[in-house]
């Protein structure tokens, strides 16, 4: 199993600053995921964070509005850039297990609001 | 590409009744299954999951599931549920081959009652 950490847990934020949520790993791994889970609803990937590589994002989200970093093995932040209610949510970060068949697993989340 | 489906976005239950969470996907490749819980303010955590061999899977906290390929379903389960079990339950699937790329459901909040 991995340990995850992240920081925010929560913070309430203007509308058109950003923010950046950092996620720290007790161990290495190459693939980092963050989540979106917007108020009442499931989780929806944003991007996959790979060490030395470009982040790929999913269908709906752009490197501008949600920058991510991955600077090694154990450490991922994503920023969300300016921030309207809309991006009201709790942001997860997740890493895949090392065994056969990948189960993830989550940090706590970083829950934001947007005023 | 792959989907989930959870049938019940709500479940209300009293203590020590049965319960069972349904969950439907969509594939056009071998998938591996999932059923992970949230407590409130937490993060997910991994309840059960198949990945082959036998169709009936067991996870923590006495629960249970049951992979059904012709019906395309994942239903989870327990026999006698607990206060303590009040969470969002979410139903995910992957595909076998490849990355990590993992589909969640919309979950299910079961809400156990004395």
């Known amino acids: 199993s991995a340990v995850i950490s992240q920081k925010p847990s929560r913070d309430i934020c203007q509308r058109g600053t950003s923010l950046t949520i950092q996620c720290q790993v007790d161990s290495q791994v190459t693939m980092m995921f963050w989540y979106r889970q917007q108020p009442g609803q499931s989780l929806t990937l944003i991007a996959t964070?790979?060490?030395?590589?470009?982040?790929?994002?999913e269908s709906g989200f752009v490197i501008d509005k949600f920058p991510i970093s991955r600077p090694n093995l154990t450490f991922s932040t994503l920023t969300v850039s300016n921030m309207s209610p809309e991006d009201s949510s709790i942001y997860l970060c997740?890493?895949?297990?090392?065994?056969?068949?990948?189960?993830?697993?989550f940090g706590e989340g970083s829950r934001l609001t947007v005023l | 590409a792959q989907s989930v489906t959870q049938l019940d976005s709500q479940v209300p239950v009293f203590e020590e009744a049965p319960v069972e969470l349904r969950c439907n996907y969509s594939?056009?490749?071998?998938?591996?299954l999932f059923w992970y819980v949230q407590y409130p303010n937490q993060g997910l955590q991994l309840l059960l999951k198949y990945l082959s061999g036998s169709t009936l899977v067991k996870g923590i906290n006495g629960f249970e599931a049951e992979f059904n390929k012709s019906q395309t379903s994942f239903h989870l389960r327990k026999p006698s549920v607990h206060i303590s079990d009040t969470a969002e339950y979410f139903c995910?699937?992957?595909?076998?081959?490849?990355?990590?790329?993992?589909?969640f459901g919309a979950g299910t909040r079961l809400f156990v009652k004395a």
């Open positions: 997740s890493v895949p297990g090392q065994g056969k068949g990948g189960e993830l697993f």
């Open positions: 964070a790979n060490q030395g590589s470009e982040a790929t994002y």
């Open positions: 594939s056009s490749v071998s998938v591996y």
């Open positions: 995910a699937v992957r595909g076998n081959t490849g990355g990590f790329k993992t589909i």
